[in-house]
């Protein structure tokens, strides 16, 4: 009686486990995002002054008004950082993937 009671404690434990641990299906597919992010970042494709390549990791959101607020970059480079930050900041963004308060993070590969 006692192996019973506790197998029923540890699969009521592993069931509860089971339940908290699925999540909803919250990916999503950002096509049109990202086609505009990446037609508003090629107004300069060739960027001077880089050595080498370089990756930047974006984090923005969408304001109110479905603009673009960068909230981080991960970049060192202070003239990157602030073409990523003046290029993209409050411009509309017209797919309407992402919901106003939502962020995104995205990776930028500049090559020299």
Excluded: C, W
Excluded at 70 to 78: A, D, Q
Excluded at 91 to 104: H, M, T
């Amino acid at each position: 009686m006692k192996k019973l009671f506790l197998s029923v404690i540890v699969t009521l434990f592993m069931s509860t486990a089971f339940a908290a641990n699925k999540s909803p299906n919250t990916a999503k597919n950002f096509d049109e995002t990202y086609r505009e992010l990446t037609k508003m970042l090629n107004t300069y494709p060739n960027f001077g002054g880089l050595d080498q390549d370089v990756v930047v990791k974006v984090k923005i959101a969408i304001n109110e008004k479905h603009e673009i607020v960068v909230l981080n970059t991960n970049t060192t480079n202070e003239e990157l950082n602030y073409y990523i930050k003046n290029t993209l900041n409050y411009q509309k963004l017209l797919a309407d993937e992402l919901e106003v308060g939502k962020g995104l993070v995205f990776l930028v590969k500049f090559t020299k």
